[in-house]
Nanobody
């Protein structure tokens, strides 16, 4: 199963982007979905997670600027990125983990976000 991540791009500091992660409905319905990011030379880090019931958790760096949400009709999890900073530059990955079996975990291919003037 491959998650489809999209929405990255080049944006100026202070700008916004909206990332989307599409999953098969059977995966989406029973999974907690998270967005992670990895900058060059850094480890992959959590940005935000939304549970299958809609509860959200954010990294400190994302609080107040990023919003994660689920679109049940489209089996998609979106990550709205506002007030972007150069340090937000990274490849963003989405991840889905089944709430019934942690071994059922899937990753998207990554989408590049570059914040630069």
């Amino acid at each position: 199963v491959q998650l489809q991540a999209s929405g990255g791009g080049l944006v100026q500091p202070g700008g916004s982007l909206r990332l989307s992660c599409a999953a098969p409905e059977r995966v989406f319905r029973v999974s907690n979905v998270g967005w992670y990011r990895q900058a060059p030379g850094n480890e992959r880090e959590l940005v935000a997670i939304i549970t299958n019931e809609g509860r959200t958790v954010y990294a400190d760096s994302a609080k107040g600027r990023f919003t994660i949400s689920r679109d049940t009709a489209k089996s998609t999890v979106n990550l709205q990125l506002n007030s972007l900073k150069p340090e937000d530059t990274a490849v963003y990955y989405c991840n889905a983990v089944s709430v019934y079996d942690l071994a059922e975990a899937y990753w998207g291919q990554g989408t590049q976000v570059t914040v630069s003037s």
